[in-house]
């Protein structure tokens, strides 16, 4: 009768033992109440502090995500048109070319009678860099001052300069090499070069395709755009689509191609738990579920399904105008949606993921359970065992 009682006893702890580390059990991640419960906590004054803000999917929610603001080139910058005439700069490469009515003069060869030639009536002074000063030489007419004014407007100075001194002298100026007119390309593209802008103006995608074009996938590239302290960043498919982010670039613009392949991370009960690429123009909820392959079917909670995201103020402010968060920049969201509802197989398709967004779903309390017995048999069956054999030996 001891021996009985000892056993019975020893069973009783080892099962209240097991049920005590429930709370340790293996698991993805939190239950969809410990998210729900998480959003306040208690701190040691007794006041709720606010972590995380705690949305539903729902129509009116994918509605105010449409208008969650976007970088824009546009907006950044407001270019919708073509810089003005070029003008010389500081640095620029320069030709001049003079002309004279009649030979025998400063810049033209004498006559040579017995050949019956007029001798050249032109000379070529050879191209010379912008100087600090922002000027040239030229003989006979001394430093010129060119940065800043047009090539037409510098050949009639010149020309002034030279009256009584050449014949009848014509001039014209060429810029060989305009370095004060040129935007740098860098990053991704095929070739990153410093390209002169021309007369007409050019956009962006001009520009990318001077360079060779790009490297990576569309839509894996970034257009990253720096003019003096501002800097803007839109993908690639938002220039190409968009003719107005398409903007004219200006002399001494920095545009760099960037790659950053868009990703999300699943992680829960789902089929496929890492980090996936959208391969795509943007992807819903919908077709990341699928990329995870899917819920799964044994361990799953559907109505436990959560995007983790941060959101600017101004988008969390249209979805929960009294959240106690808005005086943070970005705020931490999480979007909840529950897939028992059928009604979220359409909203999920409208609901379009962010880089870097977090898609987790919850398991099941029945699954919870199936752990505790798991647990509890792993541990009571030998136990079992024993008392059955105890048994049959007597």
């Not at 906590?41 to 995500?65: F, H, K, N, Q, W």
């Amino acid at each position: 009768m001891l021996r009985k009682t000892a056993l019975a006893g020893l069973m009783a702890a080892l099962a209240a033992g097991s049920m005590a580390g429930c709370t340790a059990l293996p698991a993805a991640g939190p239950t969809a109440s410990a998210i729900e419960a998480g959003a306040e906590v208690a701190t040691a004054d007794g006041a709720l502090l606010a972590r995380y803000e705690i949305i539903d999917v729902s129509p009116a929610a994918v509605e105010a995500l449409r208008g969650r603001p976007l970088d824009s080139l546009l907006a950044s910058f407001g270019d919708h048109r073509p810089s003005t005439e070029p003008v010389i700069g500081v640095g620029d490469m320069v030709s001049v070319s003079v002309w004279e009515a009649g030979s025998g003069g400063l810049f033209s060869g004498p006559l040579v009678a017995d050949r019956f030639s007029a001798g050249s009536k032109s000379a070529l002074i050879p191209e010379q860099p912008v100087g600090r000063d922002g000027a040239i030489s030229v003989p006979y007419a001394g430093r010129i001052h060119v940065a800043g004014r047009r090539p037409q407007d510098v050949q009639a100075l010149i020309e002034s300069e030279l009256a009584g001194k050449a014949i009848q002298p014509q001039v014209l100026v060429s810029v060989t090499r305009p370095i004060s007119q040129a935007v740098t390309v860098t990053g991704e593209g095929a070739a990153g070069a410093r390209l002169p802008l021309s007369g007409h103006g050019d956009r962006i995608l001009d520009v990318v395709a001077a360079a060779g074009g790009v490297r990576s996938p569309v839509s894996e590239t970034f257009v990253r755009l720096s003019r003096g302290k501002v800097t803007a960043t839109v993908p690639m498919t938002t220039v190409v689509s968009n003719p107005k982010e398409n903007i004219y670039l200006r002399p001494n613009d920095v545009l760099t191609l960037v790659r950053d392949p868009q990703t999300f991370i699943a992680v829960g009960a789902l089929g496929n738990t890492t980090e996936l690429p959208f391969a795509a123009d943007g992807i819903t909820l919908a077709q990341a579920l699928a990329k995870a392959r899917g819920l799964s079917d044994f361990q799953a909670d559907p109505a436990g399904t959560f995007i983790f995201r941060f959101e600017p103020a101004a988008v969390v402010r249209r979805l929960a105008p009294d959240s106690k968060l808005l005086g943070t920049p970005l705020v931490p969201v999480v979007y909840r949606i529950n897939m028992r509802d059928p009604n979220s197989l359409f909203t999920s398709q409208a609901f379009r993921m962010r880089n870097r967004d977090l898609v987790y779903v919850s398991n099941a309390p029945f699954t919870e359970v199936q752990k505790v017995i798991g647990v509890f048999s792993s541990v009571t069956g030998p136990v079992s065992s024993a008392a059955l054999a105890y048994s049959y030996a007597k």
